[in-house]
């Protein structure tokens, strides 16, 4: 079972590439603009504005996960892998709500438009995405961290 995601940590002071064993998987993207040096390393990288940023943004972004997994680093592989889904949402959300607001001032969901253009965005993250869901070594990595370390 997986332990739920710790927020408590001291995400400012902690560098998880010294500490991986703090590190926790989370659902989905937690944690993804909180785990350092990770997020700096990433973050600068991750854009979407339309399909030729997010090709390059997806394509840097998985360079970057090919460079954690030789170099054995699990937590950055997941980080990547957490940027990339986070590409795909964001995209979609931007996608669907215009300015990416979903809820109004009332909490009621806004109406939903097309933005075609970051719809083509979100499936190129989508892609990639599906790589790395597919990919028996990282899956193999994240069981492997996740009975180790919750």
Known sequence: MMKPFNYQQDFAALDF????ELYQVGRGEQGVLL???YKNEILPHWRFRDVGV???SAG??????EQYRREDDFVGMDMARKFIQMGYTRARRYANHQGGKKYDAAGKILPYIVDKQKADAAAVFKEYWDRLRADRDYLQRKK????HYG
């Open 60 to 65: 840097k972004i998985y360079a970057l996960f």
């Open 35 to 37: 785990v350092q040096p």
């Open 144 to 147: 492997r961290h996740q009975q």
């Open 54 to 56: 997010a090709r390059e």
């Open 17 to 20: 590439r010294l500490h991986p």
